[in-house]
Every structure is written in C-alpha cells, then in structure tokens.
C-alpha cells in the first residue's frame, strides 16, 4: 500500500510519559522540546504511553494530534529478555499509528525503543533522546537499594547493556550532557551523535532582586537519591552552618526524611509546593544547594535554580558533562560545603556573577537548540 505523503516538517515524537505536567526532569526536556518544535514551524504528532497520570489538553496546544497508549505493567513483563522499561511499552497500535505517514520519528529515550529495529520503519528517520546512560543509572539505583529492588534494579542494568545495541538502528543519537555523547560516540562510532542540551521553561537569567535568609534544597523527595541528598545535608552540613535557615522543599517527602527534618533545628520542609510557590523559594533563597550521588543526566533543578536563583553551590557530580562549572560553586565535602556557604552568605551574588553565569548558559538557550535540532532533521532529509 502507498502511504500518503507527510508534510516536511512533520514529526512524530514517542514519549515515555504523558509530558504534562512538565514537573521533573525528563518530561521537562519533552515538553519544552514539542513546544519548541511547534514554535519553529514544525508539525508535531505526539505518540505518549500513559500510566499515573490522565490525558492532558494542554498537550493539544503543542501538537497538531496526540495519541496515547497504555504502559502495559504487569508483573510478568520484568521476566521479558528486554528490559522492563521497554517490554512494558511496546504497542502495535503505535506502529500502525507511525505508518500513517513517512515523517521522521523522535523516540524519547531507550524507553520507547521497543520499535527502533522494526522492518517497517527501515526506510524512516529515525532519532533517538537519551536522557541518561540507563545501565549506569540502574546499576546506581542497585548499589543504594536492597532485597528484591536491588535485584530488579542490577537484573534491569544487565538487560539495558545489551539493549542499547537497539541504538544501532537510529539515525542519530541526541545526547542530553557532553559526557553522555562521548560515551554514545565511543560505542556507536558509525550513528551520528551529538550534544543536544535539554530544553526547558526558562527565557532569561532573572535580575539581581533582594534575597532571605535561607538555604534550599530542593528535589521530587520521594526519590531515593534526593532523599539521599537530604540526608547527607541534614546529618553533614546544616547542623555546621550558624545564622541562617534551611528549607528542604519537593514533592512527596518520605516519612523518615520528614522526621529527620523535624528533628534538626534550623530546618523546615515544604511539602508538594506550587510550582509559583517553587519559583519564588529558589529565587528568594540566599543559596541554593544542590547534591547528587549520580553523576548521570542532567538534573533539569540545577537549571531552575541557575536561571532564577542567586548562589549555586553543588557537588562536581551534579556538573559531568554540562559545561556549568563556571556557573556554580563546586563543594565535594562537608567542610568544602560549610565554607562555601558561609563565603556565599559574605558575599551576596551581584551583577559580576550574573554576566559570568549568562555566558555558561548560552548552549542550554532552547531557540539555540531547536535550531540544531532542525538542522539535523533538514540533513538526513536530504
């Protein structure tokens, strides 16, 4: 059967996830990449798997159509040769849906891969967004959990390294850090692969406006690695830091994080905060700090707070691969935290600061980077 022809500027873009809300780190970078898309000319067909959260009509302002598709989680998906991530996305009405036309296809993340190699999608354009190296990620989420998690989670990372051989099947490879594409590079040399940085909310850095006396934390703190991060803060550093207050805020806190807050003094947690209420903690804080254990990714907080915030001081985890270090202060230990906090408190961030944090962010500008992405697509198109 001849398939009808697609506009030029047509794409098709497979998301793990509905991606509004665009509230944590990889639905952030798919949002504002559809809404770039759609800014730059483009026609978008938005194909998402759907599980804990509802259709969006907000999607409809960023896509001319959006179809969804169950996230299929049953148990006896985890005992699939492919990873679960992936077994519990495949859909063959998302490949009928694809062959409605011959438009280049975004696939958002190896979550949505399970496609990638199919015969019929031989002959189309096809991109691959890794928000992370999986395996690596997966291997970290085992060395923290125990019992049967640990088991899932090194089972999963065994599963994704063989998997990411799917990617000799894409066009080209969209790396979300420069460490990330140099690790795509070095074991895919013949697919394409570049750094595009992630896209995101903000237009500008803000001006310089008055700051409180607070330190913040700020995560989704019902995951593992920022309750980790809390803790290490909490137990480490605020006990150490005299004449200011912190604030631990996020999504969802765990119980033992939120006894811990209330144990220390000097600290307080807000819980599921607005996103405005958000905006306002990180630009009225004196200091925002920010930890990681998982030097994977980009944390997509990192850049609200740079954009919005005064003082940033991070672990040089939180920074592989971003090209950021200029932006922030870099604090590995906690008398390296504790001095840091204390020269920042001294002296508040000024217009010097602001310059020099402008120019580390011009590659994370989102009209900079839909250019690169409408570059590459205008080249294979060719």
Not at 108 to 121: F, Q, S, T, Y
Not at 365 to 376: F, K, M, P, T, Y
């Amino acid at each position: 059967m001849d398939l009808p022809p697609s506009p030029r500027q047509r794409i098709h873009v497979v998301s793990l996830q509905v991606p509004f809300p665009a509230d944590y780190g990889g639905v952030i970078d798919i949002y504002y990449k559809l809404k770039a898309l759609k800014e730059a000319g483009y026609e978008v067909w938005l194909h998402t798997f759907q599980y804990g959260r509802g259709q969006s009509d907000e999607l409809n302002n960023v896509a001319e159509r959006v179809f969804y598709y169950p996230r299929r989680c049953s148990f006896i998906r985890q005992f699939s040769i492919e990873p679960y991530i992936v077994s519990s996305r495949q859909s063959s009405r998302l490949l009928t849906d694809l062959l409605a036309d011959e438009a280049p296809i975004l696939f958002e993340g190896i979550h949505c891969c399970a496609l990638l190699a199919d015969k019929r999608l031989k002959n189309r354009i096809k991109l691959v967004r890794m928000h992370n190296i999986e395996q690596e990620y997966y291997r970290e989420l085992a060395r923290k959990a125990s019992g049967w998690k640990r088991l899932y989670y090194r089972t999963e990372a065994a599963k994704l390294q063989r998997y990411e051989r799917r990617l000799l099947h894409a066009d080209a490879i969209l790396a979300i850090t420069e460490s990330d594409r140099c690790y795509f590079s070095s074991k895919f040399p013949q697919i394409s692969v570049i750094w595009l940085p992630a896209f995101h909310a903000h237009q500008a850095v803000s001006p310089l406006s008055p700051k409180e006396n607070y330190i913040l934390y700020h995560g989704n703190l019902s995951v593992e690695e920022n309750i980790e991060a809390a803790e290490y803060l909490l137990r480490d550093v605020a006990p150490h830091t005299q004449g200011v207050s912190w604030i631990f805020a996020g999504k969802d806190p765990a119980e033992r994080l939120a006894r811990l807050i209330a144990q220390t003094p000097g600290t307080q947690l807000v819980a599921n905060p607005s996103a405005q209420e958000m905006d306002r903690l990180v630009e009225k804080a004196a200091i925002n700090v920010m930890v990681t254990s998982q030097p994977t990714g980009l944390k997509l907080k990192l850049l609200h707070a740079l954009y919005h915030g005064g003082h940033c001081i991070v672990n040089s985890k939180m920074l592989v691969g971003t090209g950021l270090d200029k932006a922030c202060t870099v604090a590995d230990t906690p008398p390296a935290m504790i001095r840091a906090i204390d020269n920042g408190l001294k002296h508040p961030f000024d217009e010097a600061k602001r310059a020099q944090r402008i120019a580390a962010l011009a590659p994370y500008d989102n009209a900079r980077n839909i250019h690169i992405l409408s570059d590459l697509l205008e080249k294979e198109l060719m």
